[in-house]
């Protein structure tokens, strides 16, 4: 009696398969991202502006809380979401071609409700204290700002260049530590100190800004001035992220083998879910093609694309014959 062969590896390689597509189907909806989000700068802004406005002499350094905060969210919940946390990271991964557009608006707003329900806990925390009578000012002292509420009396064109260009660094590494040439895994920790790194430089320009649901969140519950010079810290940050988004964007659409679409050329076939509130992690192809970037920074705790033979043919690196390992 004979029994039919299969080539060896083939049911490994379509046990493989049949997971990835499971993944696929499961991957979270917009709603759950959005959530996730949120959760994310909840957990970001609650530690980082809590350690600003309390921390004291012998405390962790409340730019170090904020780096450990955002490594601790992106494992957390990067899963979910992507692990942006930041409107300037979104809007820059979504001109990278990482992100849907679609996503965009929900991830902001999830943002700043998360970042401005952790600022308004502390309030409400202070305001119990019968001996705290100047709340204002302690949010006030955790503000960002220019001109004569820097703490170097830093003007409004030295801090709105340093903020472009540290929002744009940020930005810059998170898309780098994403691509899917890249550690995945590693990502958190590349972000999270990289900020770290950032806010102790921009600490006496601008008391620390780069992420604008930070400079939103206390703004709203600080002295008339912070809301006044809220506007630098959102358009600052967004230039930074418009520009590393299209130098990215371009890295992509020029590298070696690519396709003549950037985002094309780092699409990776991935089924939809049952319904349209099911589509891909960080959907980065035309709305209902339910593909995404296979160097989606949404996907870092996955194993890279190059792993997989199909994809491993197309990464040949400049000047050589084989694929990348």
Same mark, same amino acid.
């Given at each position: 009696?004979?029994?039919?062969?299969?080539? /060896?590896?083939?049911? @490994?390689?379509?046990?493989? $398969? /049949?997971?990835?597509?499971?993944?696929?189907?499961?991957?979270?909806?917009?709603?759950?991202?959005?959530?996730? +989000?949120?959760?994310?700068? !909840?957990?970001?802004?609650?530690?980082?502006?809590? @350690?600003?406005?309390? $921390?004291? +002499?012998?405390?962790?350094?409340?730019?170090?809380? !904020?780096?450990?905060?955002?490594?601790?969210?992106?494992?957390?919940?990067?899963?979910?979401?992507?692990?942006?946390?930041?409107?300037?990271?979104?809007?820059?991964?979504?001109?990278?071609?990482?992100?849907?557009?679609?996503?965009?608006?929900?991830?902001? *707003? %999830?943002?700043?409700?998360?970042?401005? @329900? /952790?600022?308004?806990?502390?309030?409400?925390?202070?305001?119990?204290?019968?001996?705290?009578?100047?709340?204002?000012?302690?949010?006030?002292?955790?503000?960002?700002?220019?001109?004569?509420?820097?703490?170097?009396? =830093?003007?409004?064109?030295?801090? !709105?260049? #340093? +903020?472009? &260009?540290?929002?744009?660094?940020?930005?810059?590494?998170?898309?780098?530590?994403?691509?899917?040439?890249?550690?995945?895994?590693?990502?958190?920790?590349?972000?999270?100190?990289?900020?770290?790194?950032?806010?102790?430089?921009?600490?006496?320009?601008?008391?620390?800004?780069?992420?604008?649901?930070?400079?939103?969140?206390?703004? #709203?519950?600080?002295?008339?001035?912070?809301? +006044?010079?809220?506007?630098? !810290?959102?358009?600052?940050?967004?230039?930074?992220?418009?520009?590393?988004?299209?130098?990215?964007?371009?890295?992509?659409?020029?590298?070696?083998?690519?396709?003549?679409? %950037?985002?094309?050329?780092?699409?990776?076939?991935?089924?939809?879910?049952?319904?349209?509130?099911?589509?891909? &992690?960080?959907?980065?192809?035309?709305?209902?093609?339910?593909?995404?970037?296979?160097?989606?920074?949404?996907?870092? =705790?996955?194993?890279?694309?190059?792993?997989?033979?199909?994809?491993?043919?197309?990464?040949?690196?400049?000047?050589?014959?084989?694929? *990348?390992?």
């Amino acid at each position: 009696m004979t029994y039919p062969t299969t080539p /060896a590896g083939a049911t @490994a390689d379509a046990a493989s $398969a /049949a997971s990835t597509s499971d993944d696929a189907m499961r991957a979270p909806g917009l709603v759950a991202r959005s959530i996730a +989000e949120g959760a994310g700068s !909840f957990l970001v802004i609650l530690a980082g502006l809590g @350690a600003t406005m309390l $921390a004291t +002499e012998t405390a962790l350094q409340p730019t170090l809380v !904020f780096g450990f905060a955002v490594v601790a969210a992106m494992i957390a919940f990067g899963h979910v979401s992507g692990g942006h946390f930041n409107p300037a990271i979104t809007i820059g991964s979504a001109v990278a071609g990482r992100t849907d557009w679609k996503s965009v608006a929900p991830y902001v *707003v %999830a943002q700043v409700v998360g970042a401005v @329900a /952790a600022s308004g806990l502390i309030w409400l925390v202070l305001s119990a204290n019968a001996q705290l009578t100047d709340i204002r000012g302690f949010f006030s002292s955790a503000s960002n700002g220019f001109d004569d509420h820097s703490a170097a009396q =830093f003007p409004l064109t030295s801090a !709105f260049l #340093l +903020e472009v &260009v540290a929002s744009a660094l940020l930005v810059a590494v998170l898309l780098g530590a994403g691509s899917r040439r890249a550690r995945r895994d590693l990502a958190p920790f590349a972000v999270g100190l990289t900020y770290a790194g950032l806010l102790s430089f921009l600490l006496p320009v601008t008391n620390g800004g780069i992420n604008p649901v930070r400079a939103t969140a206390s703004a #709203l519950f600080a002295e008339s001035w912070a809301l +006044e010079q809220l506007w630098m !810290f959102w358009a600052a940050p967004i230039v930074g992220a418009l520009i590393a988004g299209l130098i990215f964007r371009s890295i992509d659409g020029f590298a070696p083998g690519r396709k003549s679409s %950037a985002v094309d050329a780092e699409m990776a076939a991935v089924p939809a879910g049952p319904d349209t509130d099911q589509a891909p &992690v960080d959907d980065g192809g035309p709305a209902g093609t339910g593909r995404r970037p296979v160097g989606d920074a949404a996907s870092f =705790f996955d194993k890279p694309a190059s792993d997989s033979p199909q994809a491993a043919s197309d990464d040949v690196a400049p000047g050589t014959t084989g694929p *990348v390992r």
